[in-house]
Each structure stands twice: as structure tokens, then as C-alpha cells.
């Protein structure tokens, strides 16, 4: 029986909270966990996160070996071989849940909002990347660092609108229930993950 949505968030909550306080698992990456899980994967959720350094998903939700299935962008960052590989995941394993993590002071969200005005990214798919970004952020930093977040927050919501409506796949597995898919923001001060 695949472990639903509720559970699986309250998994990850309960992981950061393990993270924050120093008290984490010892458990679950021993060699015996490593033929556990050899032939098959039942990862409790999907999770798409920054490629950020510090926001390594399993480290800050306190997970192990075979428990998320995780895809990583700068920004989060949407293209079709991370939206085929979230596809994937929804079509062959039985996690209920996607989360979309952002986190304050993203690099990319930063760089996509001093891209609005047209000047290039530095590269071809550097511009492809903060292109994809562009339409979900406002663009205005009055207060920049409380402003960024505002606008990482509006990309990670805008992330898991986009899945749903770029992916035929993940939309209806939506529409059906059988997935779920919240936003989250990590906190580059506190190490807390707040969810929508
Ligand atoms: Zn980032």
C-alpha cells in the first residue's frame, strides 16, 4: 500500500525537523540497505529542488537511500528531460507526493529577475533557463532580500502549476488523486523548510 500524500509530507516535516535539531537518523545507508534496495525503489516522494550546494533534499528532509526520488535545476527550473523525469517517477513508482523546494537567496531566481529586462545570462541556455523562470516572477526587489523570496516563492508555486499544465501525464494523475504536489521555501538561515 503506497504511503499517501498527508504521510509522505509529514515525513519530510518531521525529517527537517530531525535536521534542525542536530538528532538525525543513523540509519538507512548501510550496506545492508544498499541490497535492500537493489532491485526495486519505493521512494516516498518526488522531490524538485535548486541545485543550490546547500540544499541538498535528503540532508535537509533527514532522508536515506530509496527514500526520495530527487530532481534537481538551478531555480528549479523547468525543461523537458526534468518534467519527463518527475514523469517517470509518477508513472513507475508509487509516490503520492511532488514537492517543489525553492530557498532564499536563490542564485537563479536572482539571476532570472536581472534578466526581465532582456540582457542576456551569460550563455544559449543559460537565457533558456532564466526564460523559463521569467513568466512566473514579478521582477521587483524594493527590499532585495525580502523581495527575492516573494519571487522564489512565486516560481516554486508557479513550478507546480507548470507541471500540471506541461505535462499531460502528471495532470491527470493529479485529476485522479493520485498525486499531490505542494510548494515548499528552505530557509538558507534556520534550515526550516516552510510549506504552502
Ligand atoms: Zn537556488
Given at each position: ?99 517543489v ?55 516554486a508555486r508557479?513550478?507546480a ?22 510548494a515548499g ?11 504552502d
Amino acid at each position: 500500500m503506497p504511503m499517501r500524500a498527508v504521510e509522505a509530507l509529514a515525513l519530510l516535516k518531521r525529517g527537517n525537523n530531525r535536521f534542525m535539531s542536530g538528532l538525525v537518523r543513523q540509519d538507512g545507508q548501510t550496506r545492508a540497505d544498499i541490497l535492500r534496495l537493489f532491485e526495486w525503489q519505493s521512494p516516498e516522494a518526488i522531490v524538485l529542488s535548486c541545485s543550490d550546494s546547500r540544499v541538498p533534499p535528503e540532508i535537509v528532509f533527514d532522508q536515506k537511500l530509496g527514500e526520495l526520488f530527487s530532481v534537481r535545476s538551478a531555480g528549479t527550473a523547468l525543461s523537458p528531460s526534468l518534467i519527463a523525469s518527475i514523469e517517470y517517477a509518477v508513472e513507475t513508482l508509487e509516490s503520492r507526493l511532488i514537492v517543489v523546494l525553492g530557498h532564499t537567496n536563490c542564485g537563479a531566481v536572482q539571476c532570472a529577475v536581472n534578466t526581465l529586462c532582456g540582457k542576456s545570462a551569460g550563455s544559449k541556455n543559460l537565457n533558456l533557463l532564466v526564460a523559463d523562470i521569467h513568466p512566473r516572477i514579478r521582477g521587483k526587489l524594493k527590499q532585495p532580500s525580502k523581495d527575492l523570496e516573494i519571487e522564489v516563492w512565486l516560481n516554486a508555486r508557479g513550478v507546480a502549476k507548470d507541471l500540471i499544465s506541461r505535462s499531460d501525464l502528471i495532470a491527470r494523475a493529479v485529476s485522479i488523486g493520485q498525486i499531490e504536489i505542494v510548494a515548499g521555501l528552505y530557509s538558507l538561515t534556520t534550515g526550516a523548510v516552510v510549506f504552502d
